[in-house]
């Protein structure tokens, strides 16, 4: 199949900038802030775009770009205790939890966690609302 435009995007990652200062944001849930820019989730159960990447800077200025995971698979920071194929949303700080019903499902848990601070290696889904 050919493409007459670079319309599609085979990149698991997209690159926006952070309407704040990100700090200690890698590895963290991130999502679009009513301006268009990106921010840390900051709520539990919110939609979020995806996961900054590993190489995310410890302080990002606002204005400047963040990388984000937004397919396929990648590592979280856990905010509980969590099992292999737990429905993921994210915390009030953009570590991984279990969602709990009316929550956005933004991962599925592919490896276990014992508590906060863990990574978790999750395949974003995307999968709408916890029924």
């Known amino acids: 199949m050919a493409y007459l435009n670079t319309a599609i995007n ?5 690159v926006d900038k952070a309407g704040s200062v990100l700090a200690n944001a ?13 921010a840390l989730a900051s709520t539990k159960g919110e939609p979020a775009l995806g996961i900054a990447i590993a190489e995310t800077n410890p302080v990002v200025e606002a204005g400047q770009d ?3 995971v937004v ?11 969590i099992a292999k194929g737990d429905e993921l949303t994210t915390d009030a700080t953009g570590k991984a939890v279990p969602a ?10 592919l490896t276990a966690s014992t508590g ?3 990574l978790v290696q999750v395949q974003i889904v995307k999968a709408g609302y916890k029924a």
């Open 10 to 14: 085979n990149s698991a990652t997209v």
């Open 26 to 38: 890698s590895m963290l849930a991130i999502k679009y802030a009513a301006d268009g820019t990106l």
């Open 66 to 68: 963040v990388s984000v």
């Open 71 to 81: 397919k396929d698979i990648t590592m979280w920071y856990a905010g509980a205790a």
């Open 100 to 109: 709990d019903e009316g929550e956005f499902i933004l991962g599925i848990a």
């Open 116 to 118: 906060t601070g863990d």
